[in-house]
């Protein structure tokens, strides 16, 4: 191929997708421990409702002063792969605490989530010669993109349908190895879904359970070590995912699980084994974030307070939103250009950042606002997001009002 070609094929990709209208622009940041979630951005300052640092942690003072002692200590990067003199006893004792904290054997840790669920499950895919996955339709690009890597057979169910599942499962050869893969708690509808009944079906078809919990580590379950612990059956999934970078407020991932899957995954994952380990100053603040974490039962009630706070005005002001149970309220606009022009008002006119959703995170035609609520946010705060959201949605909005009928299952 000739080599102007390379770059026609490229950019007139991106250029098609810019003009369908899904193009991102990310807005420069500039957080301060001291006045979160008022922000300064280009001079000018917001208020973000937009985070995912859900209990502030990543602000937290003792997390903090335990970070910069490791670093003023040890130094900066960890010098290699956890196998070539990359492995510190702060990566050992994070992988003992992340282990204890979801209740289970061991654990394996990443650089991410992302990577953590890509690399597992493209690994466990690869250990049985023909694997069946069970995949909810509304799961995460980082599982999507560790089974479609690996290969194997995958049946999509509808989001959340344990009806539909059980019809797929019932249709599998019993021979097969089945795998079942989903989130605890969709983080761009807020749905909370009942681990409980996943892990019955995964008994009654012999199939194994893969479960991500990025979003509710932290904030759900006894100390906040997640849903499947809430719904009491922790011990009961084989895998279980969560990141480091939500609800601890640092970065990170990790897979937690029996120590013969563990050590199954830290033998062939190539994401674990093939890469420079984290900072050990970032191993210990996340050792003592989870610590932290596990003692903040008041800030999780309170986030769930603010929530049904913030939804209830909602309700009365008639903007709609997708009802859950959850800290994460996705108000739909369902259009990504009429989204993004939300977003810009409320950033210009009000001072208020909340990021448009639109395509590839969320179905074409179904973007969204999400918000988030944390400790540092108060009743007043919430009170002038909605006077906000008031100014510019109305309930009268033509495409809104077309839409009655919600589907969000795509
Ligand atoms: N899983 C889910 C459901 C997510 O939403 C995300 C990221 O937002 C990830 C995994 C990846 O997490 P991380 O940011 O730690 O890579």
């Not at 300052?45 to 002692?69: A, F, R």
Request: hydrophobic share 35%.
């Amino acid at each position: 191929m000739k080599n102007n070609k390379y770059k026609y094929i490229l950019k007139s990709k991106t250029q098609k997708f810019f003009e369908e209208g899904y193009q991102r622009k990310f807005l420069p940041i500039n957080r301060s421990i001291n006045s979160f979630p008022v922000i300064n951005s280009n001079s000018k300052k917001i208020k973000i409702w937009c985070t995912n640092d859900y209990l502030n942690m990543s602000h937290n003072q003792e997390v903090i002063d335990e970070s910069t002692k490791i670093l003023k200590q040890v130094g900066t990067g960890s010098g290699g792969t956890r196998n070539i003199s990359g492995n510190s006893p702060y990566h050992e004792s994070l992988e003992k605490k992340i282990a204890s904290f979801h209740n289970t054997e061991k654990s394996i840790i990443f650089s991410s989530a992302y990577t953590a669920n890509q690399t597992s499950l493209w690994t466990l895919c690869k250990a049985f010669e023909k694997l069946c996955v069970f995949s909810d339709k509304l799961n995460h690009a980082s599982l999507i993109q560790g089974i479609k890597n690996s290969g194997v057979e995958c049946k999509i169910f509808d989001h959340n349908n344990l009806e539909h599942l059980e019809s797929l499962l019932r249709k599998t050869n019993e021979e097969i190895p089945k795998l079942i893969v989903f989130e605890s708690l969709y983080s761009m509808n807020g749905t909370i879904v009942e681990v409980n009944k996943y892990v019955e079906l995964a008994k009654k078809y012999n199939a194994m359970t893969y479960l991500d919990e990025v979003h509710a580590v932290g904030l759900y379950g006894n100390k906040g070590s997640g849903l499947a612990n809430y719904f009491g059956v922790s011990d009961q999934i084989d895998l279980i995912n969560g990141t480091f970078a939500k609800g601890f407020g640092q970065i990170g991932g990790y897979v937690v699980g029996k120590t013969y899957l563990i050590d199954y995954l830290k033998t062939f994952a190539p994401g674990f084994i093939f890469t420079t380990s984290m900072m050990p100053s970032t191993a210990g603040a996340i050792s003592k974030s989870i610590s932290i974490v596990e003692q903040e039962d008041e800030k999780r009630k309170y986030i769930q307070e603010m929530s049904n706070y913030l939804k209830n005005l909602l309700r009365i002001n008639k903007i709609p939103f997708i009802e859950n149970n959850s800290h994460i309220i996705p108000i739909m606009i369902f259009d990504a250009m009429l989204v993004k022009k939300y977003s810009q008002i409320l950033l210009n006119d009000f001072g208020l950042y909340i990021q448009p959703v639109f395509y590839p995170t969320v179905a074409k035609n179904r973007a969204r606002l999400r918000l988030t609520i944390t400790p540092k946010h108060n009743i007043d705060d919430i009170h002038e997001l909605i006077y906000a959201l008031k100014k510019i949605i109305s309930p009268k909005d033509s495409l809104i009002s077309t839409k009655k009928q919600f589907d969000y299952s795509i």
